[in-house]
């Protein structure tokens, strides 16, 4: 369960969503998700939209764990029975679709956990509620999803580090009559390229991210060099 304790619209105004990025469409998907019903329709205080992300996180699930080349997430009787239920046509049920996908695999992608994905569904525009199923359904999916994702690829992202090196060392500048000295931080990565978990998914595309091409690079060096700002907003991102 994720903690379902209401963030405070001053904690969050200022901030902009860091795990999915704001577009048109995921715009017009989030406008479109808050209307869908969240209250309870049976004995088991399940709701509609509860429903239908459970049967998508079912199919994601079945489809990285079973059936790897298969590419369509729900059957036709699926897709028909959905649409009535929610009264949509196939373009709206396609873009509820979709974006609940690129959710859970950005989520899986930046291996997000409830939480966060809660707190940056709400700064992307989902009412609380709607953030909430959601979350709930990542904290429900993570385990064996990104499971099989590993067991699948050996790795949940583009690359996988091998090893890591870095060094600390003074710039020396002048500024009017002052000398000035800015400490920098480089540090080397070397990575070990595979395939992306959400390459062949249409969803991450259409919301924004650029698909991955799937190409093997060992032994790839990638140096990176960090101010003191820079270096601090670097690690306060990964701690979330």
């Avoid at 209401?6 to 989030?30: C, M, R």
């Avoid at 070990?192 to 698909?211: C, K, N, T, Y």
């Amino acid at each position: 369960m994720i903690d379902d304790t209401k963030s405070s619209e001053n904690d969050l105004v200022k901030k902009k969503p860091s795990i999915f990025t704001l577009t048109a469409k995921l715009a017009s998907a989030s406008d479109l998700i808050n209307s869908i019903s969240v209250e309870s329709r049976n004995e088991s205080h399940e709701t509609l939209f509860s429903h239908v992300v459970h049967i998508i996180c079912k199919s994601l699930l079945r489809l990285v764990e079973k059936d790897p080349v298969e590419t369509s997430l729900l059957s036709a009787e699926e897709v028909e029975a959905l649409m009535a239920e929610l009264s949509l046509n196939t373009r709206q049920f396609t873009l509820v679709v979709d974006c609940c996908s690129y959710i859970m695999e950005q989520a899986a992608y930046l291996n997000c956990n409830p939480k966060s994905v809660y707190e940056d569904l709400i700064l992307a525009g989902f009412s609380e509620n709607h953030a909430q199923v959601l979350g709930q359904a990542w904290a429900d999916l993570a385990p064996r999803y990104v499971a099989a994702l590993k067991m699948r690829h050996k790795s949940i992202g583009y690359s996988s580090l091998q090893s890591s090196s870095y060094r600390v060392h003074i710039i020396m500048g002048q500024s009017g009559l002052l000398r000035v000295q800015e400490p920098a931080a480089i540090f080397e990565l070397t990575l070990d390229s595979v395939v992306d978990p959400r390459a062949g998914s249409q969803s991450g595309e259409s919301f924004g991210r650029a698909r991955g091409d799937g190409r093997n690079k060992a032994g790839e060096i990638i140096s990176m060099e960090f101010d003191h700002g820079e270096l601090s907003a670097f690690f306060e991102q990964l701690g979330r």
